[in-house]
């Protein structure tokens, strides 16, 4: 296959990063369609990326519209399963967001219908593709700090999440929404699945969303116990109001390795007021701006090539459980082991 066909579904935040990409920046990718139950935010997104006409309600009119080889799946999370086992259905590859969705049960039937169906399923953990990340993973793999002993990850997003995202019935809270990316890069760095997590967490920063959610929170720590005896340590914290901020350190038997800072590479300016003042991520969308490219380049590489992506249905799976076990581990406050 030399072009990829491929549609959009769900034109919010993540959908607009992914199309916008696909479009212009993705070698061998052809936008074809966007998707979203908005009609208005449809024909606003298939005007913003130059396809008029293209922008539909409903996956089925796209399909009816023109050829699709892929779907990218960027609707709230509740919705993943069901599009994934609908796309599966219509022989598409797909690159579905994350978290892949809300249960272990819902994950284990989003594989098995790509399996069945012989189609490319990549999850969105996009901190695989992000060059501090990468380098991080190569020098780990390559023994320049031994071996890993404790990798601690954290994420604290600027605002909060659309209303969706903040309802715990239809997100699985903060820890999925925004700490699905540690909870991946924590299993991927130590080189482990999870054991055992503890959670903690509380509304510090608006204990007002508690009034309409009560099971809301916007601040956690989780500590993991990894199968191979190392350890993982989460933090979470969104709104953060100071901006986007995603680094993780890896504590080696011979060393420490950092990937990612709260800095951004822009010019930093230094006054006799002000003092020095340098620049910082203000959106996760300018911190992985590279990250998100690469990552669609690598699925439309796989599809191209019958390739299995580097990262899959079972690395979705596996942040899903660890992200439903710390869910009731923060509920109940006692630790709770991951289901394998
Ligand atoms: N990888 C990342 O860094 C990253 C960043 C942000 C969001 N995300 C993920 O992307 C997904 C979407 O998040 P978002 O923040 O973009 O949400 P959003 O609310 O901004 O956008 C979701 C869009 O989906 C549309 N939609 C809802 N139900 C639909 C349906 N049944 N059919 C078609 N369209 C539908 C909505 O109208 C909306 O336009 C989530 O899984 C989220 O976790 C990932």
């Excluded at 999870?194 to 508690?210: C, F, I, Q, S, T």
């Excluded at 079972?314 to 009731?328: I, P, W």
């Amino acid at each position: 296959m030399d072009e990829v066909k491929v549609c959009v579904i769900g034109t919010g935040r993540a959908g607009m990063v992914h199309a916008i990409n696909l479009r212009w920046h993705v070698p061998h990718a052809r936008l074809v369609a966007v998707v979203d139950s908005d009609a208005e935010r449809a024909g606003n997104a298939a005007a913003e990326v130059g396809l008029p006409g293209k922008g539909v309600t409903r996956l089925a009119d796209a399909l009816a519209l023109t050829d699709v080889d892929a779907l990218v799946i960027t609707t709230p999370t509740f919705t993943h399963a069901p599009f994934v086992r609908d796309a599966a259905a219509h022989g598409l590859h797909v690159l579905c967001e994350k978290p892949m969705a809300l249960t272990v049960t819902e994950c284990d039937d989003m594989i098995a219908a790509c399996e069945r169906a012989s189609v490319t399923l990549q999850l969105a953990f996009m901190r695989r593709f992000d060059p501090p990340f990468v380098q991080a993973k190569r020098q780990l793999e390559a023994g320049e700090i031994g071996d890993p002993i404790m990798v601690r990850s954290l994420t604290r997003g600027p605002g909060l999440p659309p209303a969706w995202a903040n309802d715990i019935k239809t997100s699985n809270g903060m820890l999925a929404e925004v700490n699905s990316h540690d909870f991946d890069a924590v299993r991927w760095l130590t080189g482990a699945e999870y054991e055992e997590v503890h959670a903690r967490g509380g509304a510090l920063k608006r204990p007002d969303m508690r009034a309409t959610l009560p099971d809301f929170y916007d601040v956690a720590v989780v500590s993991a116990r990894m199968r191979n005896g190392t350890f993982g340590i989460i933090d979470g914290v969104c709104p953060s109001e100071y901006g986007y901020d995603a680094r993780a350190e890896i504590v080696g038997s011979r060393g420490v390795l950092f990937a990612g800072d709260i800095r951004s590479p822009g010019a930093a300016r230094v006054t006799r007021e002000g003092g020095a003042v340098g620049t910082h991520y203000a959106s996760w969308r300018e911190r992985f701006a590279e990250a998100y490219r690469a990552e669609a380049t690598h699925f439309v590489e796989c599809v191209r090539e019958g390739r299995t992506p580097a990262v899959g249905g079972r690395d979705g799976r596996a942040a899903v459980a660890a992200v439903v076990a710390a869910n009731r581990s923060l509920r109940e406050g006692t630790p709770v082991r991951v289901d394998a």
